[in-house]
């Protein structure tokens, strides 16, 4: 069983920057992909940020390119997302979730995964 904790969100103007950690407490041995989602009120949740366990490669949506990065810190069995440039569509709650069990050649999919965090608000005001 793995268990994820969000941590960081906040409120900020347009243009600002957050940084939100993610930690892993459990068996994360066979946690492949570890990823950030997002979800906006009315909207589906969608996949913002996906990082490979082994090996590192990073997978972002089209609309954070350029402008969040996803690292992990092993050690700490901790994900983390640099957020720059936020922009009021940034707004939501994120969640960062865990162990892709199938579909792996879509991990910015919210299907499939089977761990998954509570969630911690992000607000980008104009």
């Known amino acids: 069983q793995v268990r994820l904790v969000e941590s960081g969100g906040g409120s900020v103007q347009a243009g600002g920057s957050l940084r939100l950690s993610c930690s892993a407490s459990?068996?994360?041995?066979?946690?492949?992909?570890l990823t950030w989602f997002r979800q906006a009120p009315g909207k589906e949740r969608e996949g913002v940020a996906a990082i490979l366990s082994a090996g590192g490669t990073t997978y972002y949506a089209d609309s954070v390119k350029g402008r969040f990065t996803i690292s992990r810190d092993n050690a700490k069995k901790t994900v983390y997302l640099q957020m720059n440039s936020l922009q009021p569509q940034d707004t939501g709650i994120y969640y960062c979730?865990?162990?892709?069990?199938?579909?792996?050649?879509?991990?910015?999919?919210?299907?499939?995964?089977?761990?998954w965090g509570q969630g911690t608000q992000v607000t980008v005001s104009s």
């Open positions: 459990g068996d994360t041995y066979n946690s492949n992909f």
């Open positions: 979730a865990a162990e892709k069990a199938k579909n792996w050649y879509l991990p910015l999919s919210p299907h499939d995964y089977r761990y």
